[in-house]
C-alpha cells in the first residue's frame, strides 16, 4: 500500500515551480500554487500534504509571514524554506519560526531530492 504524500510548492516565480516540477515530479505528487494565500487554502483543504517548499521572498506575504500562518494551521508539517537572497539571517529566522530546512536558488536537483526524501513526513 502507497501513501503517496504530496508535495506543496508555494513560489511566485514560475520558472521556479517549473523546476521544482521537472526535479520532483516523477517521483512525488506536486500541488504548484503561486502565492501564500493559495498555498493555505490548499494546506486547509488537503490532508495528506507530506512538506511545503515555501518561498521566502513573495510580493504579497512574505514566506516568514506565511510560515507562521501555516505552523498555526499545522504545529507538525514540514516545511522547506526556498530562498534566492543567500540571507543567512532570513534563513535561521525561518528555521527558528519552525522550518525543517532552506534551499538556495539555484539549487542543485540532487539538493532537492535529498531535502525532499528527508523531511516528507
Sequence with gaps: MSTSKKVLV????E???ESLKLILGEHYELILTDSGEQGLDVLA???????????IKMPQVSGLDILKQL??????M???MVTGYKSVETA?????LGACGYIVKPFK?????????????
Design 45 to 55: 483543504n488537503a490532508d495528506d500534504i507530506g512538506l511545503v517548499l515555501l518561498d
Design 10 to 13: 508555494i513560489d511566485d516565480e
Design 109 to 121: 536537483s540532487d539538493e532537492i531530492l535529498e531535502k525532499v526524501k528527508k523531511h516528507l513526513k
Design 71 to 76: 505552523k498555526e494551521q499545522d504545529p507538525n
Design 78 to 80: 514540514n516545511v522547506i
Design 15 to 17: 520558472g521556479i515551480r
Design 92 to 96: 535561521a529566522e525561518a528555521v527558528s
